[in-house]
C-alpha cells in the first residue's frame, strides 16, 4: 500500500526535509509541496491525498485552521500529522483528529514512526469498508479500535463494562483496569460501532455491556459496584430487552 502525501510549510529547510524524509520512505509517495496552506488547498479540492504532514503557524491560513476546513468536507478526508516547533498546540491538534504531532526538531526515526501510524491506519479503514455495513462481526474480530491521545487502540468487545460520554469525550470502563480510557470521540458515534446485541444505551451518557449486567433494581442497573441510572427515553427499549 502506497500513501499519497503533501508537506505543507512555509520555512523552506522544514519543507524540505519533511519532503524528504517523504521520499525516503518506501510506502509514502510525495505528490506536492506548498509553502503555504492556502496552495495546498487549492491542490486538495482537485487531487486525492491520503497524508499531509502540515506546519502550524503560518501566515494567512494556518494549520489548525486549514484542517478544520478539510473536517468540514463530506466525503473520505486526508489525515494529518502536525509538524510544529510550538508544543502548545497539541490539545488543538488532537480536536481536529490529528494522527500524529511531530514536534520540531524531529529525526527520521521520529518521522517514519508517524508515517506508520498512518499506515496501519489506513489498512484499518480499508479493512473496515470490506465489511458490509450490516454483517455481524466475525469471530476473529470481535473489538472495535478506539482513539487514545495519538494512537489507536485496539478494544475487545468481551472486555467493556460500561461507556460514559462526557460531552466531546467518551470514557470506556474495562474489566481488569482500574481506570477508564479517555477517548476524544461522541457516544453516539461510539455506540454506531457496537453490535446492538450486546450493548445498549441506557442513558444519554452511559452504555452498558449487557452480559455485565448483575441486577436491575427499579430504574437502575447494577454492574459490579457501579449503579447507573436508566434515561426515561430509554426505559421501553431496555424493558424489551428484559422481557425476551
Same mark, same amino acid.
Given at each position: =500500500?502506497?500513501?499519497?502525501?503533501?508537506?505543507?510549510?512555509?520555512?523552506?529547510?522544514a519543507?524540505?526535509?519533511?519532503?524528504?524524509?517523504?521520499? $525516503? *520512505?518506501?510506502?509514502?509517495?510525495? *505528490?506536492?509541496?506548498?509553502?503555504?496552506?492556502?496552495?495546498? /488547498?487549492?491542490?486538495?479540492?482537485?487531487?486525492?491525498?491520503? %497524508?499531509?504532514?502540515?506546519?502550524?503557524?503560518?501566515?494567512?491560513?494556518?494549520? +489548525?485552521?486549514?484542517?478544520? @476546513? /478539510?473536517?468540514?468536507?463530506?466525503?473520505?478526508?486526508?489525515?494529518?500529522?502536525?509538524? *510544529?516547533? &510550538?508544543?502548545?498546540?497539541?490539545?488543538?491538534?488532537?480536536?481536529?483528529?490529528?494522527?500524529? &504531532?511531530?514536534?520540531?526538531?524531529?529525526?527520521?526515526?521520529?518521522? /517514519?514512526?508517524?508515517?506508520?501510524?498512518?499506515?496501519?491506519?489506513? $489498512?484499518?479503514?480499508? $479493512?473496515?469498508?470490506?465489511?458490509?455495513?450490516?454483517?455481524?462481526?466475525?469471530?476473529?474480530?470481535?473489538?472495535?479500535?478506539l482513539?487514545? #491521545? &495519538? $494512537? /489507536?487502540?485496539k478494544?475487545?468487545?468481551?472486555? +467493556?463494562?460500561?461507556?460514559?460520554?462526557?460531552?466531546d469525550? @467518551?470514557?470506556?470502563?474495562?474489566?481488569?483496569?482500574?481506570?477508564?480510557?479517555?477517548?476524544?470521540?461522541?457516544?453516539?458515534? %461510539? #455506540?454506531?460501532? %457496537?453490535?446492538?446485541?450486546r450493548? =445498549?444505551?441506557?442513558?444519554?451518557?452511559?452504555?452498558?455491556?449487557?452480559?455485565?449486567?448483575?441486577?436491575?433494581?427499579?430504574?437502575?442497573?447494577?454492574?459490579?459496584? @457501579? &449503579?447507573?441510572?436508566?434515561g426515561?427515553?430509554?426505559?421501553? *427499549?431496555?424493558?424489551?430487552?428484559?422481557?425476551?
Amino acid at each position: =500500500m502506497t500513501l499519497n502525501c503533501i508537506a505543507v510549510d512555509d520555512e523552506p529547510l522544514a519543507l524540505g526535509l519533511v519532503s524528504l524524509f517523504i521520499e $525516503q *520512505t518506501p510506502f509514502l509517495n510525495l *505528490t506536492g509541496k506548498y509553502s503555504s496552506a492556502v496552495e495546498a /488547498l487549492k491542490t486538495l479540492h482537485t487531487e486525492t491525498v491520503d %497524508l499531509i504532514f502540515l506546519d502550524i503557524q503560518m501566515p494567512d491560513l494556518n494549520g +489548525i485552521e486549514l484542517a478544520r @476546513v /478539510l473536517d468540514g468536507r463530506a466525503g473520505r478526508k486526508p489525515r494529518i500529522i502536525f509538524t *510544529t516547533a &510550538y508544543n502548545q498546540f497539541a490539545l488543538e491538534g488532537y480536536k481536529v483528529d490529528a494522527l500524529d &504531532y511531530l514536534l520540531k526538531p524531529f529525526n527520521y526515526e521520529e518521522f /517514519l514512526k508517524a508515517a506508520n501510524k498512518a499506515l496501519a491506519y489506513q $489498512q484499518l479503514i480499508i $479493512q473496515a469498508e470490506a465489511i458490509p455495513v450490516n454483517a455481524e462481526p466475525r469471530e476473529e474480530n470481535r473489538y472495535v479500535f478506539l482513539r487514545v #491521545e &495519538y $494512537q /489507536l487502540i485496539k478494544i475487545n468487545l468481551d472486555d +467493556i463494562i460500561y461507556i460514559e460520554g462526557l460531552k466531546d469525550y @467518551v470514557k470506556v470502563w474495562l474489566t481488569g483496569k482500574d481506570k477508564a480510557l479517555l477517548s476524544l470521540t461522541s457516544l453516539k458515534a %461510539l #455506540e454506531d460501532k %457496537l453490535p446492538p446485541r450486546r450493548f =445498549m444505551r441506557v442513558h444519554r451518557s452511559f452504555i452498558v455491556s449487557l452480559d455485565k449486567i448483575h441486577s436491575v433494581a427499579r430504574n437502575a442497573i447494577q454492574i459490579g459496584g @457501579v &449503579y447507573i441510572a436508566i434515561g426515561d427515553q430509554y426505559k421501553d *427499549t431496555f424493558n424489551n430487552f428484559l422481557n425476551q
